[in-house]
């Protein structure tokens, strides 16, 4: 994913249906299946154990009902009989929810980066990885295989700016299998993706590969979010690979580990509840309710949702209710920090609430409510103010695919009942709540107003702040951070000092004339001296109001431009950019200073240079 501005900057995306045709199923039709040979590097042959409940207990695909690391190989040439069309053709897979998959063999793989904090998840240490990169390298492109891995590809269909596109799934994200460290008990099992690793029966006209520029992104997004605390997939490793890929031009290969405790999402469901396999559905949902949201079959309850629950809701209803309030409360945490994702789409839209699938995202430079991060959104509908409306449109598909079994009959219905409609009604209807509940509570923070909260601290101080913003084109994330100068300074502000951060604010901001500027600066002062200050009285000290809102507003954030130059430096030969720049938005993207081996890129607190204003992104990758 590289990027383009409205000033037609030389890098940019396509859209992700925009693949080179490769129609590799006939070729394949009549081959056999090479296997990947098991690493014997002593880093990885026993350093993780995995535990895949989730093919050992839900159906897969019946054309290749046996994992291909249990076939034979025909002697020593690593082969087994099955057709290597069964693995990579694509095709109609149906009364399954998974496929086996085999990752492609990756030319040359060369570790590049790996996530000290994902890596514990594992047990694992990151000098594990850099004791032996090559091995490390190779395990985590696919080309050798973890002991034990026995990979898939998920089954979803989804709906693709609001039209239904049937079946998609995993076209080249392959799950190596559920792992926790070797030697532990009942832990949490993280399932690991591999994306990038080559074709599956859901590729359609898609190579299943992933080039560089994408890649950079999304392992680097992922692991800034998380540091910013907003639910998300996280990422483990990035290694580059000598592959040619073909976009609008020939590119080189990348492979991203990524981690979930489960990539179920919205259209896992939808699927096999638009082709009337209501039964499949159930199945879909009690595994949900067995291994990730197991506090329904304990307690009875949605976990930390509104209005009474429990109340004689069947375990389905509850599902629903906590899924809906997971995913208002990731939005609002989007809305809070400034983040677009940009593709919306319900196959994109993660069961347990966490932000996944990294394409034309970005984070705001200036405030803008109307901006489209993806530039093959030409309508807006996934524009900055649409993304908590689409997330409840999202819900409702949702909604619709679980409404045969809200009643909790032992044989789900045709159609809903009457009385399993209104529960549904009733538990959409709390997303708004839910939703308004958290982003006001994370505004606060952010606004240092901690104290004595408000009803009104939304519409009275945070909206007035924003419109400001708005009508400035104020850098979103500057104006944040520099609010904590604001708080430090107490509720008698110095004049001067006042004067000047205003003149930093309109420094940041881009969209006047002198005449506009003088008014916005006068407006701004009486927001400060009218509305702020006067609120910020009941906090206490304000050097702590001030601290504390340094722990909430970022100084760094992964805007476009600032992963574009990555990008550009990764390219040109500095790889090593990449692991700086994961140190820098993971362990000190709230810090005024930063450690001497990052202090060159303190420029990307700065503002956006030319070139980097306007920057979209379109789904190609």
């Known amino acids: 994913s590289t990027a383009r501005n409205h000033h037609q900057h030389p890098h940019h995306y396509q859209h992700k249906r925009r693949h080179i045709s490769i129609n590799m199923d006939s070729a394949m039709s009549f081959s056999k299946t090479t296997l990947r040979p098991d690493t014997t590097a002593a880093e990885w042959t026993t350093a993780l154990t995995f535990n895949d409940t989730f093919t050992s207990e839900l159906p897969g695909d019946p054309l290749v009902p046996q994992a291909p690391y249990t076939q034979h190989p025909d002697g020593s040439s690593g082969c087994i009989a099955t057709p290597e069309a069964h693995f990579r053709g694509s095709r109609a897979v149906r009364n399954a929810l998974w496929s086996h998959a085999i990752p492609a063999d990756q030319p040359s793989p060369r570790l590049i980066s790996v996530s000290e904090p994902s890596a514990a998840l594992l047990g694992l240490a990151k000098q594990r990885f850099w004791d032996n990169a090559q091995a490390a390298a190779e395990v985590w492109s696919g080309a050798r295989r973890l002991p034990g891995s026995h990979p898939w590809a998920h089954a979803y269909g989804g709906y693709q700016f609001g039209i239904w596109a049937d079946q998609l799934g995993d076209g080249r994200a392959i799950s190596l299998g559920q792992a ?7 832990v949490p099992c993280w399932e690991l993706q591999l994306k990038g690793a080559g074709r599956t029966p859901y590729s359609r006209f898609g190579d299943g590969f992933a080039v560089r520029r994408s890649s950079i992104r999304e392992f680097l997004a992922a692991e800034h979010m998380h540091a910013l605390g907003v639910p998300t997939s996280r990422s483990l490793a990035l290694v580059f690979t000598e592959r040619p890929v073909q976009r609008e031009e020939p590119e080189l290969g990348a492979v991203v580990t990524r981690m979930a405790p489960s990539w179920i999402r919205f259209g896992s469901f939808e699927l096999p509840a638009s082709r009337k396999d209501h039964a499949l559905v159930r199945r879909l949902a009690d595994y949900a309710i067995s291994h990730h949201f197991d506090h329904i079959l304990l307690t009875g309850s949605a976990s930390g949702g509104g209005g009474a629950l429990g109340g004689g809701e069947s375990p389905y209803a509850l599902l629903l209710r906590d899924v809906v309030r997971r995913t208002a409360v990731m939005v609002a945490r989007w809305q809070a920090v400034g983040f677009c994702h940009g593709v919306m789409n319900t196959d994109n839209m993660s069961l ?48 619709g695919s679980l409404s045969t079994l809200i009643d909790g009959a032992s044989k789900p219905p045709a159609e809903p009942s009457p009385e399993a409609v209104n529960v549904i009604t009733d538990i959409l209807n709390s997303y708004a709540g839910c939703f308004k509940d958290e982003y006001a509570r994370v505004m606060r923070g952010k606004f240092g107003l901690t104290v004595g909260g408000r009803a009104d601290d939304v519409a009275a101080v945070v909206q007035p702040f924003l419109e400001l913003l708005e009508r400035g084109s104020t850098d979103y994330t500057f104006a944040m951070r520099a609010l904590c100068d604001v708080a430090s300074m107490g509720a008698d502000a110095d004049a001067q000092l006042l004067d000047a951060h205003i003149g930093q604010m309109a420094a940041r901001s881009r969209s006047f004339t002198c005449v506009d500027s003088t008014k916005w600066r006068a407006d701004l002062r009486r927001y400060y001296v009218d509305v702020y200050l006067p609120r910020l009285r009941q906090e ?42 994961l140190d820098l938005m993971t362990k000190h993207a709230f810090d005024d200073e930063l450690p001497q081996n990052l202090a060159d890129l303190d420029v990307y607190a700065g503002p956006v240079p030319e070139w980097g204003e306007g920057l979209q992104c379109s789904c190609s990758s």
């Open 180 to 186: 926790k460290p070797a030697g532990t008990g009942a």
């Open 352 to 399: 347990l609430g966490l932000t996944i699938d990294y394409g034309p995202f970005a984070f705001l430079d200036a405030y803008d409510p109307d901006f489209i991060c993806n530039h093959s959104d030409t309508q807006g509908r996934y524009a900055f103010r649409e993304q908590p409306r689409v997330a409840l449109w999202n819900l409702m598909r949702l909604a």
């Open 540 to 581: 206490g000290k304000s050097d702590a109001v001030g601290a504390r809102m340094r722990g909430e507003n970022p100084r760094f954030v992964l805007r476009n431009w600032v992963a574009q130059d990555i990008i550009e430096r990764a390219e040109a030969g500095d790889e090593r950019v990449v692991d700086r720049c």
